[in-house]
């Protein structure tokens, strides 16, 4: 069985340079190009929806951990989802949150 890997969008934005919707449109792409990347995107990952639990899991972490309220619902999504590694660019390296991993990937 392969152990399950959440992908902050923000390594997925570095990867293209843009920030996948907002950038993109700010860069003239069309909404049919858009839609391709997204399209291309969802062919190799699974995109995590929100619900009412991850939700409440995020405002837990914020309280506890501090984090930002965008972090708070990664780190509760990749959890959620039963991720055990989280690869992100801004949260602490190494940090261990039930079972999940946060890999910084611009850490050495």
């Known amino acids: 069985m392969t152990d ?4 902050d969008s923000n390594v997925w934005i570095y990867l293209f340079t843009n920030e996948i919707t907002n ?3 700010r860069k003239k792409f069309t909404e049919t190009e858009i839609r391709y990347i997204i399209e291309s995107i969802s062919k190799i990952c699974v995109i995590q929806d929100y619900s009412k639990e991850i939700l409440l899991f995020a ?3 914020r309280e506890n951990y501090n984090f930002s309220v ?5 780190v509760s ?13 801004d949260m602490q ?3 261990k949150i039930k079972g999940l991993t946060i ?4 850490v050495a």
């Open 103 to 106: 890999k910084n990937i611009f």
């Open 4 to 7: 399950k890997v959440f992908i």
């Open 23 to 25: 950038v993109l449109k």
């Open 70 to 74: 965008w972090d708070s619902i990664v």
């Open 93 to 95: 390296n190494k940090m």
């Open 77 to 89: 999504c990749a959890s959620i989802s039963g991720c055990c590694l989280l690869i992100s660019e």
């Open 59 to 61: 405002s837990e972490l």
